[in-house]
């Protein structure tokens, strides 16, 4: 007896693991795009444009040479740009998954969820000696004013980059110079619970050099009061230290949410 094809792929479709790719497709409809991906019919984009509306939207989509293709690229001004009009003494233009997202774009207990992405700091890239966070775990209900991962740049004697782990413990570092003008590619798993099990690890793509790398098999990665956890991406950087910044762009492309082992 032969089994329609349509029934084929709904049954593959009920046991494969779900995974949402966002990936630029040239100029134009950017927030658009990362709308319908991340947060189809609300807004997953968090920008300074109800202070710096002049310049125009702070996320665009433009061509990469190393790549060969189109990338995001996110702007930040150390003036006027700040969080929304809503805090001063910081600015924001970041992505994220939230409420309103579909389901399978939030961490819940007892899933495993792996994030994939690619980032290129530019050369010269100026970190804030307070924070200047490039990529962040929140968490949604409950206690969930704190990251429970961040990766952050940071200004120091040698600047670094940072896996922060619940906004205190520091548990990986790399020379941040390692990261400016070259393409990495960044692999996050997480198996969501109080004692749940974390990796990261960063790679040059241009010849897959290991920058960074850490992996915990007994770490909490949900507090008992959350509900799900989410991700974030892009520039969220303190102004308090004025002097230590510059405007800068950073680029990011295929961003991956995938559950499952």
Request: glycine letters at 6%; a neutral charge.
């Amino acid at each position: 007896m032969k089994i329609p094809i349509a029934l084929i792929i709904s049954f593959i479709s009920c046991f494969s693991f779900s995974q949402v790719v966002l990936k630029s497709d040239g100029p134009g409809n950017t927030y658009e795009l990362i709308n319908s991906i991340l947060a189809p019919g609300y807004e997953a984009v968090e920008n300074p444009e109800c202070i710096h509306g002049t310049f125009g939207r702070h996320i665009a989509e433009v061509w990469d040479e190393d790549l060969k293709s189109n990338v995001f690229e996110f702007y930040s001004h150390v003036k006027p740009d700040n969080d929304r009009c809503e805090k001063l003494d910081r600015q924001r233009v970041e992505i994220k998954t939230y409420e309103s997202s579909p389901s399978n774009l939030k961490g819940t207990l007892g899933e495993t969820v792996t994030y994939k992405w690619k980032f290129r700091l530019p050369k010269g890239f100026q970190p804030s000696s307070s924070f200047t966070h490039l990529h962040q775990i929140k968490a949604v209900g409950g206690s969930q004013e704190l990251p429970i991962f961040t990766l952050t740049a940071r200004k120091a004697k040698v600047n670094q980059l940072i896996v922060i782990h619940n906004n205190e413990n520091t548990v990986a570092s790399a020379d941040l110079s390692e990261f400016e003008g070259t393409w990495v590619e960044i692999t996050e798993k997480i198996k969501i619970g109080s004692n749940g099990a974390y990796s990261i690890s960063i790679k040059k793509i241009k010849n897959g050099q290991e920058l960074l790398a850490f992996k915990s098999d007994n770490i909490m990665t949900i507090r008992p009061d959350n509900d799900f956890i989410r991700p974030k991406w892009g520039i969220y950087r303190s102004l308090k230290k004025q002097k230590d910044l510059r405007d800068e762009a950073v680029r990011f492309n295929d961003f991956s949410i995938k559950e499952g082992e």
